[in-house]
């Protein structure tokens, strides 16, 4: 079916580096009309509420504007709304490509992706179809195999995971979370069978592997707030 009307598109950048070009490029192209700009995520929701908008491209990026959380509330709260996900640092596509996907991201593209990539991501999503470009394919797969440390794990279990791969002892662990030591064993113990460790130790040693991964991807202060979207992906 051939749409006459104009693609109606409001853009949660953030302070991205690429907010300009990307908003410019969008503009340049017949058929699109940038109705709104947001710098974060109230602002995306009252946009959305006076302009209503055909999809909404947004900065997933800790450092830039949202995280994986508030995508999926966006998601929620307008089924209709396609949603094209972006990172503005190549440091991060691994972790955020196959968590904006699972989250309800119709298309993702990357810092490395060319502008005419958004644009077809912008037309596609409208039409009601997926877009992911290959190269943003290729993190999705890598991200999905490291995720799959996470699959089994409750929430609780997968935040002791991650702070015991930061190095935390259970004494410091049980303070940051406000639980009891015996508690945290505990939880320490149901990953280990749940992982099919045979000791602690193989424990400790693949809870660092999997922080030293995140520190990799550009995330080498890994406070509380990463850590939460770390386990966007175990539910």
């Given at each position: 079916?051939?749409?006459t009307?104009m693609?109606?598109?409001?853009v949660?950048q953030?302070?991205?580096?690429l907010?300009?070009?990307?908003?410019?490029r969008?503009e340049q192209e017949?058929?699109?009309k940038?109705?709104?700009?947001?710098?974060g995520?109230e602002?995306?929701?009252e946009l959305i509420?006076?302009?209503?908008p055909?999809v909404?491209?947004?900065?997933?990026s800790?450092k830039c504007?949202?995280?994986i959380?508030s995508l999926r509330?966006?998601?929620?709260n307008?089924s209709?709304?396609?949603?094209?996900a972006?990172s503005?640092d190549?440091e991060f596509?691994?972790l955020y490509a196959g968590?904006?996907?699972r989250a309800g991201?119709?298309?993702?593209i990357?810092?490395?992706?060319?502008?005419e990539?958004l644009?077809?991501?912008?037309?596609?999503?409208r039409e009601?179809?997926?877009?992911v470009s290959?190269?943003?394919?290729?993190?999705?797969?890598?991200?999905?195999?490291?995720?799959?440390?996470?699959?089994g794990?409750s929430r609780?279990?997968?935040e002791?995971?991650c702070?015991?791969g930061?190095?935390y002892?259970?004494?410091?662990?049980?303070?940051?979370?406000a639980?009891?030591?015996k508690?945290?064993?505990s939880?320490?113990?149901?990953i280990?069978?749940?992982?099919?460790?045979?000791?602690?130790?193989e424990?400790q040693?693949?809870a660092?592997?999997?922080m030293?991964?995140?520190?990799?991807?550009?995330?080498g202060?890994?406070d509380d707030?990463?850590v939460?979207?770390?386990l966007a992906?175990?539910g």
């Open positions: 079916m051939i749409r009307e693609v109606r598109v409001v949660t953030g302070y991205c580096f907010r300009n070009a990307l908003i410019d969008l017949p058929g699109i940038v109705c709104a700009v947001a710098s995520i602002e995306t929701q509420e006076r302009y209503r055909h909404l491209v947004i900065n997933i800790l504007s949202a995280g959380s509330k966006l998601k929620r307008h209709g709304l396609a949603i094209v972006l503005c190549s596509e691994n968590q904006a996907l991201a119709d298309g993702y990357s810092s490395v992706d060319s502008l990539n644009v077809q991501a912008v037309q596609t999503t009601g179809d997926r877009y290959r190269r943003t394919e290729l993190h999705h797969r890598t991200s999905a195999e490291e995720e799959k440390v996470l699959v794990l609780r279990e997968a002791v995971y702070l015991s930061r190095g002892v259970p004494k410091r662990i049980a303070e940051k979370m639980i009891s030591v508690t945290v064993e939880y320490l113990e149901r280990r069978a749940k992982m099919n460790l045979a000791t602690r130790a424990l040693y693949s660092t592997s999997f030293l991964s995140a520190a990799r991807r550009g995330m202060e890994v707030l990463v939460r979207e770390l992906a175990a």
